[in-house]
C-alpha cells in the first residue's frame, strides 16, 4: 500500500491513491494563523508525528519539498512526486478537500481565503527581510554614497564664496575638513589668531602662513551678518561630514554582527560595499569569485563588451588596503586572491549557521600576499 502525504492551506492530509483522505489534520481557519504555520516547519513537526502514528505502508510520498524535509529530519523514509494522481484530484478540487477539514466551503470563498494566506504570507516574508541586518548595511552604504556626494559638492561652493572675504585661505588650507574647521571657528579674518587655528587642527607653521596671509589679505571686508552666514554654513558642512565618519563607525559595527567572516576578510567597510552592490549578503554569497573581483566595475564591463576595452581587473575590491597599495601589475592577482577567500566568508556568513573562518582564512590570505608580492608577479 502506498500512502500519499500533502501539505495543503488547510492542513495535511494523509490519502490513498485515490484520494481518498485516510486522516487529516486541519488548521484554524484563519489567514493569519495558517501563515504562521506555514512559515514556521517546526509548528508541523508535532501534527506529522500525530498523523503518520500506526502508519502502515509500504512507501510513504509526498507532494511538496517542506514535508520531504520534514520526514528526513524524522529519519522517516518518503519519496517526493508531486505528479501523483492522488495528488492531482486533490489539486483539480481543493475547496472540497477543504470542506472535509472546515465544514462546507464555496469555490470563491476557499479562493478568498488563498488571497488573504498569500497576503499574509508577503507581510510575513518582507518583515522577515527588512529584519535582515544586511538590508540596514545596504541602507547605511547609500546615506554615505550620498553624504559623499553633498559633501564633494558643496565644498567647492562654500570655499568659492569665503574667497571673498579671504582667498589666499583657499591655497593655505587644501583640506576641506581644515578649511570648514577654521570658518566655522573664526570666519572673520581680521580676528583670527594663533589659538583659533590651532584649535581649528593647523599646525603652528601653517597657523602662522595664515595670520600673514590674513594681515596682507586683499579680499573684501564683510559685514557681522554676512561672516555668520559663512559660519552657519561652514558648521552645516562640518557636521554633515561627521556625521559620514560616525555612520562609517556604525557599519563597521554592524558588519561584525551581519557578516563577521566577511569582516575579518576584508575591511568592513569594503565588505559592505560588496553586500549593497550586490544586494544583500545571499546574493553576494550566492556569485563565484570571478563576479565577486569585478563586482562594481559595471562601466568597464560595459566598455570591454561594447568597444572591446581591456576588461576590468577589479571593482569595489579596488577600495581593499591589498589591491590598492599593491603593484599595478600585481593589483589583478590580489583581487583574486581577495575574491576567492571573499566568495567562502560570505557563504559562510550566509549559510554557515553561526561558524566562523574569518581568521584562518585571513592568514591564509596574508601567506599568499607574501608569496605574490615577494616574486613580484613571476610564477
Do not use: C
Not at 65 to 89: G, V, W, Y
Not at 113 to 141: F, H, W
Not at 233 to 250: D, I
Request: charged share 30%; aromatic share 6%.
Amino acid at each position: 500500500m502506498r500512502a500519499f502525504l500533502a501539505l495543503q492551506p488547510y492542513g495535511i492530509l494523509l490519502l490513498d491513491h485515490k484520494g481518498k483522505v485516510l486522516k487529516s489534520w486541519g488548521f484554524p481557519k484563519d489567514p493569519e494563523k495558517i501563515a504562521s504555520i506555514l512559515t514556521d516547519e517546526s509548528l508541523l513537526e508535532e501534527p506529522l508525528r500525530k498523523l503518520l502514528a500506526g502508519l502502515k505502508a509500504d512507501e510513504l510520498v509526498v507532494g511538496d519539498q517542506i514535508l520531504k524535509d520534514l520526514l528526513n529530519k524524522a529519519d522517516i523514509k518518503s519519496i517526493l512526486s508531486p505528479a501523483e494522481e492522488a495528488f492531482l484530484r486533490l489539486r483539480r478540487t481543493p475547496h472540497r478537500y477543504a470542506s472535509q477539514i472546515w465544514g462546507v466551503v464555496k469555490q470563491k470563498d476557499y479562493f478568498r481565503m488563498l488571497n488573504e494566506i498569500g497576503i499574509e504570507l508577503t507581510r510575513i516574508g518582507i518583515k522577515k527581510q527588512l529584519s535582515s541586518l544586511d538590508q540596514q548595511v545596504i541602507k547605511a552604504i547609500d546615506y554615505i554614497d550620498h553624504a559623499n556626494k553633498a559633501l564633494n559638492v558643496l565644498a567647492p561652493a562654500i570655499r568659492e564664496w569665503y574667497s571673498i572675504h579671504f582667498p589666499e585661505l583657499n591655497d593655505l588650507v587644501e583640506d576641506h575638513p581644515l578649511f570648514m574647521k577654521v570658518v566655522s571657528l573664526q570666519p572673520d579674518r581680521r580676528k583670527m589668531t594663533l589659538e583659533i587655528l590651532k584649535k581649528a587642527g593647523l599646525s603652528d607653521a601653517k597657523a602662522r602662513q595664515v595670520m600673514e596671509a590674513a594681515r596682507n589679505s586683499i579680499g573684501a571686508d564683510f559685514e557681522e551678518s554676512d561672516l555668520e552666514m559663512l559660519r552657519k554654513v561652514a558648521e552645516n558642512w562640518t557636521s554633515l561630514y561627521e556625521s559620514r565618519k560616525m555612520v562609517e563607525a556604525f557599519i563597521e559595527d554592524l558588519m561584525k554582527r551581519a557578516a563577521p567572516n566577511l569582516s575579518a576578510v576584508v575591511h568592513p567597510l569594503v565588505g559592505a560595499r560588496l553586500i549593497a552592490v550586490a544586494g544583500g549578503l545571499n546574493r553576494l554569497a550566492s556569485l563565484p569569485a570571478s563576479s565577486i573581483q569585478i563586482l562594481g566595475a559595471h562601466k568597464a564591463i560595459f566598455m570591454h563588451l561594447v568597444k572591446g576595452a581591456k576588461p576590468p581587473k577589479h571593482g569595489v575590491l579596488f577600495q581593499a588596503k591589498e589591491v590598492r597599495t599593491a603593484p599595478k601589475k600585481l593589483r589583478g592577482k590580489v583581487a583574486r586572491l581577495l575574491a576567492t577567500k571573499i566568495a567562502i566568508a560570505a557563504r559562510v556568513d550566509a549559510f554557515g549557521d553561526g561558524r566562523y573562518v574569518g581568521d584562518e582564512l585571513r592568514r591564509e590570505i596574508d601567506e599568499k600576499l607574501r608569496e605574490i608580492l615577494g616574486r613580484g608577479g613571476r610564477k
